[in-house]
Nanobody, 115 residues
């Protein structure tokens, strides 16, 4: 099993920044993808960004240029630096780890951006 623990959410004004962290533990393999998804009220969960074990990254168009995903491979931790936050970024952010076709999820951390 894999456990994912997110931290770093909170309330921020528009234009501000937050940094989310996700620490993974358990049966983790070297080949994996870690990422962040978000779900706003009344909307479906959507991909925000992911990073592969090889360091390749991908971002949703809505966050390109504002968010940066990074990792500390030794700690099995992934980060999401969120800058220039907008009210539309308000959502519960979920950490995801995918390995060999199996998805694991964190419990989520709430990010609220006030206008």
């Amino acid at each position: 099993q894999v456990q994912l623990v997110e931290s770093g959410g909170g309330l921020v004004q528009a234009g501000g920044s937050l940094r989310l962290s996700c620490a993974a533990s358990g049966s983790i393999f070297s080949s994996k993808v870690m990422g962040w998804y978000r779900q706003a009220p009344g909307k479906q969960r959507e991909l925000v960004a992911f990073i592969t074990s090889g360091g390749m990254t991908n971002y949703a168009d809505s966050v390109k240029g504002r968010f940066t995903i990074s990792r500390d491979a030794a700690k099995n931790t992934v980060y999401l630096q969120m800058n220039s936050l907008k009210p539309d970024d308000t959502a519960v952010y979920y950490c995801n780890l995918r390995q060999y076709g199996v998805d694991f999820w964190g419990k989520g951390t709430l990010v609220t951006v006030s206008s």
